[in-house]
């Protein structure tokens, strides 16, 4: 197998075995962003595909996040550090229901490493302890995560009540279950501030960065 394949079935199996030795050698090639977008991220495709279709069960699947967190892990010392002041404060979560963080923790690194101050929540975060939280820290931006269809609707609601609470900073929403379409349509007019919606988490820093500029 090529180094590539090797690394998407570190993925796909959740097994650990080499799995160092085989990323100390794509960093050879690679930078840790490209590996975790491509190979590694290729295996969580895969990963997907076969839970849909009933050919892997919670246990593997829970085995495979592993080895993806300890991947990210391992190559986020290599990533690049931007040389410049705290740019602002953001506050993340999964919401309500859903347990899923691995995007968000991927969120949570890059935006570190680019300078934000970032208070992470966890999972399944109920709007009540985002509202709390946003007293609390007076974040410039609050960044929402979910991956689950009940996520999306979930967010329109956190949505709701942060308006109820008379907050309007800015919120950025990513995950799998959700769209532009959705975040504009659905999301945005149930808030009174700006609803951006991040592809990915790069487009996330790209999207902190405009709002702080
Ligand atoms: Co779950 N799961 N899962 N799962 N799981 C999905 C999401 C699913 C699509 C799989 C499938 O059936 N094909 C499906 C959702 C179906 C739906 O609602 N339409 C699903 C399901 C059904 C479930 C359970 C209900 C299964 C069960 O119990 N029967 C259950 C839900 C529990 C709950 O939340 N209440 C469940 C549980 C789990 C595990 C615990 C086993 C595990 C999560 C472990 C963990 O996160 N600690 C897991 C996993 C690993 C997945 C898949 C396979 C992979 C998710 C992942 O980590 N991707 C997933 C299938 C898939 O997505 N292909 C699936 C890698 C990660 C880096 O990508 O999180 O998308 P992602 O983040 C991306 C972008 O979305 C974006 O940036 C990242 C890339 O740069 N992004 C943001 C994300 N958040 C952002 C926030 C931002 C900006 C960008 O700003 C704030």
Excluded: W
């Excluded at 300890?70 to 002041?85: D, G, I, K, R």
């Excluded at 689950?148 to 008379?166: E, R, Y």
């Excluded at 900073?169 to 945005?188: D, H």
């Excluded at 700006?194 to 820093?205: F, P, R, S, T, W």
């Amino acid at each position: 197998l090529s180094l590539e394949e090797r690394l998407a079935n570190y993925i796909i199996e959740g097994s650990k075995d080499g799995l160092h030795e085989d990323l100390a050698q794509a960093l050879e090639k690679y930078r840790p962003l490209q590996i975790i977008n491509g190979p590694l991220m290729e295996g969580m495709a895969e990963v997907g595909r076969l839970f849909n279709n009933n050919e892997l069960i919670v246990a593997e699947v829970l085995q495979s996040a592993e080895a993806m967190k300890a991947s990210v892990a391992y190559l986020e010392p290599y990533m690049e550090q931007a040389e410049t002041s705290v740019k602002g404060k953001i506050i993340l979560a999964t919401v309500k229901g859903d347990v899923h963080d691995i995007g968000k923790n991927l969120v949570e690194i890059i935006l570190s490493n680019n300078g934000y101050q970032v208070v992470n929540l966890g999972i399944k975060v109920p709007p009540e302890q985002l509202i709390e939280a946003y007293k609390r820290e007076k974040p410039d931006a609050i960044g929402l995560s979910g991956l689950l269809v009940k996520s999306a609707q979930q967010m329109v609601i956190t949505a709701q009540d942060m308006k109820t609470a008379g907050i309007d900073v800015p919120i950025m929403v990513g995950g799998a279950a959700l769209t532009r379409k959705f975040t504009k349509t659905r999301i945005g007019p149930e808030y009174d501030g700006l609803v951006l919606y991040a592809k990915d988490a790069m487009n996330g820093l790209d999207l902190a960065n405009q709002l702080m500029n």
